[in-house]
C-alpha cells in the first residue's frame, strides 16, 4: 500500500474525531521511526493519528542512524494536519582508516617513537571524538534491555550486548547493566528494548588500545555501564581470599583459598617478573604491600613473612605466640607492622624488629585491622561484628561501634580514611565507596562527590572480595573461580 493510500485511509478513520476535537496525521518514511509532541513520545510507528487539543506543538520525528526532522504545526479546532515525513540518512563522513588501522596502527618505517605516538593519540583522539558524535560508523554493539529483571528498588537494569566484529576482539562481557530511576527506565522502555552501545578507548601498551569507558544510549544521552571493566586476571581456578593494592598504586597483590600469591603491574597489566617463584610463598591471611619498600606480608600460622618484590626472597620474620594471625596492617610511615593474633593486638618496630607493644586482654578475637590515615588510631574488627577504634600508641577503645546497626553512610563514614579495608564486600575512600551486590553478581560503585551510582559487571562467577586503590583510580573484584575484573575508574 503506497503512502497516499495510507494517508487517506488513516484521515477516514479518525474523521469523527476531527469533528470534536483537532488532530495530527501523520505518515513517516521509515514506519517505525519514533513521534514526539512537545518532548513526549506519543507513538513508534507510523500511520498514526493524534489527538490534539486546540494550539501550536513542536513535533519531532526521529529514528537512530536518520537524520531527526522538525515540525511546527498549529491545530485549530475541528482541524486535521496532515504530514508525510521522509526521514534522511545521517551524512556520517566514515573514517578514511579502518577502525583497526584506527585503534592499532602500525609503525611506519620513517616514523620515531615520538612521531608515533603522537599519531596514535591523534587517531585515538578522532575515534573518541566520533563516539561522541554517537557516528553509527563507530557504533561498538546492540544492548538489549531486560525489563523483566528491572530492580525497581536499586535501579538496576539489566542488558544483553551482541558486539559488533570489531569490538569481539576485547573479550568484553555480553552482559551489562544501568542504573536508572523507575520513570527514566520507562520512557526507555517506550522508546524500544534495543539500544546503541558506544565504547570509549583509551591507549594500552606500544601499539594497541583498550575500552575506557562502555555507554548505552537512550533517551539521546549516554548511560555507563559500568566505567568499563579494564582487564581480566586469570590466576588457579581458586576462590579469591584477599586483594591489595599498592601504596604507589602501580600493583595489584592476591591470594586465594590455595594460598597462592600473585602480583601484576597494573598499567602492563602484566605479572611481576620473577611472579613464578611468588605461588609457592603460601600465604593464609590476606596479604598487604609495604607504604614505601618492595615488600609484601605473609602469614603463615603464628608467623609473618615479609618477602622482597624485586629479589623475590624473604627479609623478615616476625613470630607471635598464639597459633594463628589473622590479619596485618602498615602504619602509614612504614615504621610499625601490627597483627591481629586472636584476643590480642602485636606492634612491631620494622627496622629493629623488636616488639613495641602487645594490646591484650580484649574478649573478642579480632579478624581485621587498619591504620587510619594518620596513624594514630587503629581499627580493629571482631568476630561479633564490631569495630573498635583504639588509640595506636596505648591501645585504649576509644570507641566501639556494632556493624550490623549501622547505615550505609555510617559505615562509610566509620571506615573512610582506614587502610587496609576492614570488609570484604564494603571499601570505600576519599573519591568512591563500593559494595559487593545482594546476590554478589556485580559491583555497585558510587561517586563520592557527584553521588552518581554504576553498576559494575565483570565476569559471571559469583564475587567474595573487592578492593580499592588509595588514589580512587582502580577498583578490583576477585571472585569464587579465580578471575579478577580490573576497573580504571579515573
Do not use: C
Request: hydrophobic share 40%; charged share 25%; proline share 3%.
Amino acid at each position: 500500500m503506497n503512502l497516499i493510500i495510507w494517508l487517506v485511509a488513516l484521515l477516514l478513520s479518525f474523521s469523527v474525531y476531527a469533528e470534536e476535537q483537532g488532530g495530527l496525521a501523520i505518515v513517516t518514511v521509515p514506519a517505525d521511526a519514533e513521534i514526539y509532541v512537545n518532548g513526549e513520545l506519543k507513538a513508534n510507528s507510523s500511520p498514526a493519528y493524534l489527538i490534539l487539543s486546540e494550539g501550536k506543538y513542536q513535533v519531532e520525528v526521529k529514528k537512530p542512524g536518520k537524520k531527526t526532522e522538525t515540525l511546527e504545526i498549529a491545530i485549530g479546532k475541528d482541524t486535521v494536519i496532515k504530514k508525510e515525513v521522509v526521514l534522511s540518512d545521517l551524512s556520517v563522513e566514515l573514517p578514511k582508516l579502518s577502525l583497526n588501522e584506527m585503534l592499532n596502527p602500525t609503525r611506519d618505517s620513517f616514523e620515531t617513537d615520538d612521531e608515533f605516538q603522537q599519531r596514535r593519540e591523534n587517531l585515538l583522539k578522532q575515534f573518541n571524538d566520533a563516539v561522541q558524535r554517537h557516528e553509527t560508523a563507530f557504533q561498538a554493539g546492540i544492548a538489549t534491555l531486560n525489563k523483566d529483571k528491572y530492580n525497581i528498588n536499586t535501579g538496576v537494569f539489566p542488558a544483553q550486548i551482541e558486539w559488533a566484529e570489531w569490538a569481539k576482539e576485547y573479550a568484553l562481557s555480553d552482559v551489562s547493566a544501568i542504573t536508572v530511576t523507575r520513570d527514566d527506565a520507562k520512557a526507555m522502555w517506550a522508546e524500544g528494548a534495543r539500544k546503541p552501545v558506544f565504547l570509549y578507548m583509551q591507549l594500552s601498551e606500544i601499539t594497541k588500545t583498550k575500552p575506557d569507558k562502555q555507554v548505552i544510549l537512550a533517551r539521546e544521552r549516554e548511560w555507563a555501564t559500568a566505567k568499563y571493566a579494564t582487564f581480566t586476571l586469570q590466576t588457579l581456578n581458586d576462590k579469591i581470599r584477599s586483594l591489595s593494592f599498592s601504596r604507589d598504586n602501580t600493583m595489584l597483590a592476591m591470594n586465594n583459598t590455595s594460598n597462592s600469591v600473585f602480583v601484576w603491574k597494573l598499567n602492563s597489566q602484566k605479572l611481576l617478573e620473577g611472579n613464578h617463584d611468588l605461588p609457592r610463598w603460601g600465604s593464609q591471611q590476606p596479604i598487604h604491600f609495604h607504604p614505601q619498600q618492595p615488600l609484601i606480608t605473609r602469614v603463615s600460622g603464628s608467623s609473618i613473612y615479609l618477602d622482597n618484590l624485586i629479589t623475590y626472597q624473604w627479609e623478615q620474620t616476625f613470630t607471635t605466640e598464639l597459633f594463628m594471625v589473622f590479619d596485618t596492617a602498615f602504619s602509614p610511615d612504614g615504621k610499625i607492622l601490627a597483627a591481629a593474633n586472636a584476643l590480642r593486638i602485636i606492634l612491631w618496630d620494622m627496622e629493629s624488629g623488636v616488639t613495641l607493644n602487645t594490646f591484650k586482654d580484649f574478649e573478642d578475637t579480632f579478624l581485621r585491622i587498619s591504620y587510619s590515615s594518620d596513624g594514630k588510631t587503629i581499627a580493629a574488627l571482631n568476630n561479633t561484628g564490631k569495630i573498635q577504634i583504639l588509640d595506636a600508641t596505648t591501645g585504649k577503645i576509644l570507641n566501639t561501634v556494632e556493624r550490623d546497626k549501622l547505615t550505609q553512610e555510617q559505615l562509610l563514614e566509620s571506615t573512610r580514611g582506614y587502610y587496609p579495608s576492614l570488609f570484604d564486600n564494603f571499601v570505600a575512600n576519599t573519591r568512591h565507596s563500593a559494595s559487593i551486590s545482594t546476590g554478589k553478581s556485580f559491583v555497585i560503585l558510587t561517586d563520592a562527590t557527584t553521588h552518581e551510582t554504576y553498576v559494575l559487571v565483570g565476569q559471571p562467577a559469583e564475587i567474595s572480595v573487592i578492593a580499592l586503590s588509595r588514589d580512587g583510580q582502580w577498583l578490583a573484584a576477585g571472585r569464587v573461580d579465580g578471575t579478577i575484573d580490573l576497573w580504571k575508574l579515573l
